[in-house]
């Protein structure tokens, strides 16, 4: 969702701790789960901000109105790992960067890319997967991406204060690219002929096809390269921790386990630094 490229000093520290982590053993300690050899939290709570609106990250299943998808099985699992207790948090992505600087909420998951900039109000784990932006269409569109360009009839939208929409306006110089609140928003618009395209992360883009069985496809890609990470408040002391679980889910396979179950592609080993 939310896009660029990493910049590796931020992540020095975190990473000099996360190659001593090795593959260790779970076990349980005095005030629940814990992973041996990684930090231990105490069985402290940690709030994680989440739209539920984003899938496969995030969403509310239509049955049981609860929250699940990639960031739920994760992040439960990085608690797991360092006894913590994960409660996550509906939050709107309008203004949440700043809601994470004020230290509303101890992480953000949802998709986050990190980008060179937001660094200076926050801070980020290591990547978990890499995404490429792709232009949303409705099955029966015949355009390609040279005509969206072209044409100044066929209307394009994303989600308001994204790097989709910096990534849209890039691609697409000159058009006036359309904000939603979120992408399900976006999504709908497209499939009442409101707009014509959507751009959003590959990932996501599956999971509204899947939503929406034969009704949706993609055009081309808009963007690609993207490395996604939890989003933290400035000088968080979960950065660490949570770097630990995440490489030691990388080096058991857990992660890639939990990656291809939802359709993420798993970083290599060399994005994990």
């Known amino acids: 969702m939310k896009k660029l490229t990493l910049v590796c ?8 701790v996360l190659t001593a982590c090795g593959t260790p053993a779970a076990t349980q300690s005095s005030s629940g789960s814990h992973t041996t050899g990684l930090p231990d939290l105490a069985g402290k709570t940690i709030t994680v901000a989440v739209e539920n609106a984003y899938p496969p990250f995030n969403y509310l299943d239509t049955t049981t109105n609860k929250g699940m998808g990639w960031d739920y099985d994760v992040f439960t699992e990085i608690c797991k790992r360092i006894n913590c ?29 990190f980008k060179a900039g937001r660094n ?3 801070d980020f784990s290591i990547p978990y997967t890499y995404v490429s932006q792709q232009l949303l269409v ?8 040279d005509d969206f360009k072209a044409d ?11 790097t989709n929409y910096i990534a849209a306006t890039e691609f697409f110089p000159g058009k006036q690219i359309l904000s939603y609140s979120d992408f399900g928003a976006a ?11 959507v751009v ?9 096809m899947q939503e929406n069985p034969g009704k949706l496809k993609t055009d081309g890609a808009v963007q690609t390269g993207d490395m996604l990470s939890f989003v933290f408040p400035p000088g968080s002391d979960l950065v660490i921790p949570v770097n630990a ?14 990656n291809e179950k939802w359709g993420l592609a798993d970083p290599a080993e060399t994005e994990l630094k």
């Open 9 to 16: 000093c931020i992540l020095v520290v975190a990473t000099m």
């Open 138 to 145: 409705r099955a029966s569109d015949t355009h390609t991406l």
């Open 120 to 122: 200076w109000a926050v």
């Open 187 to 197: 999504t709908l618009a497209l499939l009442a002929g409101d707009i014509d395209g």
């Open 245 to 258: 679980a995440l490489r030691s889910m990388h080096d058991d396979g857990t992660l890639k386990t939990i």
């Open 85 to 113: 207790v994960p409660d996550f948090k509906q939050a709107a992505w309008d203004g949440i960067f700043a809601a994470m600087q004020a230290g509303e909420y101890d992480a953000l998951a949802d998709g986050v890319t």
């Open 152 to 162: 100044t009839n066929l209307k394009v939208g994303t989600q308001v204060g994204t």
């Open 200 to 208: 959003l992360d590959d990932t996501v883009a599956a999971g509204f």
